[in-house]
């Protein structure tokens, strides 16, 4: 599933990355790197510059992969497993993001991978099942809860990128077709992270 998460992803921003599933780290090397965590979470994206370049582990739970495991594609994901949809795209999401910028050789924060991993979620259920567009919006932005033990700064983080992308989600909403929502993506993936955040606080302004 993670597999066909990202070919959605590649083939809506007309990008290519190399396979996500070659960085995937299990739950002991994740608490190796990690230690014991104050909270469990189960997706993460572990970044770590050197001279060298960037190294990157994603880890998603063997629960959540499971549960998707043996889906007819993520359109019955997004039926059947919604929660385990939304967090294997996170973390998709996220290495996408990440592998990008570090191709640009541009920073990217952690604000503009969360918001960006938002947009994502929402794009992919509405260009799969666009008659339910209203519901996927208010799932994601309306109804999401936020997970337990978060610091005050994260949950500042999560609270700020949810709002910027419902801002940005919404205006795509109001796109007249697809092919005009998809070329909006694909000028917003191709900005800078200073442009991209600019258009997300005006529109959630």
Same mark, same amino acid.
């Given at each position: 599933?993670?597999?066909?998460?990202?070919?959605?992803?590649?083939?809506?921003?007309?990008?290519?990355?190399?396979?996500?599933?070659?960085?995937?780290?299990?739950?002991?090397? *994740?608490?190796?790197?990690?230690?014991?965590?104050?909270?469990?979470?189960? !997706?993460?994206? *572990? $970044?770590?510059?050197?001279?060298?370049? $960037?190294? $990157?582990?994603?880890?998603?739970?063997?629960?959540?992969?499971?549960?998707?495991?043996?889906?007819?594609?993520?359109?019955?994901?997004?039926?059947?497993? /919604?929660?385990? /949809?939304?967090?294997?795209?996170?973390? $998709?999401? +996220? #290495? =996408?993001? *990440?592998?990008?910028?570090?191709?640009?050789?541009?920073?990217?924060?952690?604000?503009?991978? !969360?918001?960006?991993?938002?947009?994502?979620? #929402?794009? /992919?259920?509405?260009? +799969?099942?666009?008659?339910?567009?209203?519901?996927? +919006?208010?799932?994601? #932005?309306?109804?999401?809860?936020?997970?337990?033990? =978060?610091?005050? !700064?994260?949950?500042?983080?999560?609270?700020?990128?949810?709002?910027?992308?419902?801002?940005?989600? !919404?205006?795509?909403?109001?796109?007249? +077709?697809?092919?005009?929502?998809?070329?909006? *993506?694909?000028? #917003?993936?191709?900005?800078?992270?200073?442009?991209?955040?600019?258009?997300?606080?005006?529109?959630?302004?």
């Amino acid at each position: 599933m993670l597999r066909a998460i990202q070919d959605n992803l590649e083939a809506i921003y007309r990008i290519h990355a190399p396979d996500v599933r070659r960085f995937l780290i299990d739950e002991a090397q *994740l608490r190796e790197v990690l230690g014991d965590v104050d909270r469990s979470a189960e !997706e993460w994206v *572990l $970044v770590r510059e050197s001279p060298q370049g $960037v190294d $990157v582990g994603v880890y998603v739970a063997s629960s959540v992969l499971e549960r998707l495991e043996g889906l007819q594609g993520p359109a019955e994901a997004l039926d059947d497993a /919604f929660q385990s /949809f939304c967090l294997a795209t996170e973390g $998709v999401s +996220h #290495f =996408l993001m *990440l592998y990008e910028r570090a191709r640009r050789e541009e920073p990217v924060s952690m604000l503009e991978l !969360e918001a960006q991993a938002e947009v994502d979620k #929402f794009v /992919f259920a509405a260009l +799969h099942q666009p008659e339910r567009t209203t519901e996927w +919006h208010t799932r994601l #932005f309306r109804q999401a809860s936020m997970a337990e033990g =978060l610091s005050t !700064e994260e949950y500042s983080r999560y609270a700020e990128a949810g709002r910027l992308a419902a801002a940005f989600c !919404e205006e795509l909403s109001s796109t007249p +077709h697809t092919a005009a929502l998809l070329d909006t *993506l694909r000028a #917003f993936w191709r900005g800078s992270g200073a442009q991209r955040m600019e258009q997300m606080r005006r529109l959630a302004a």
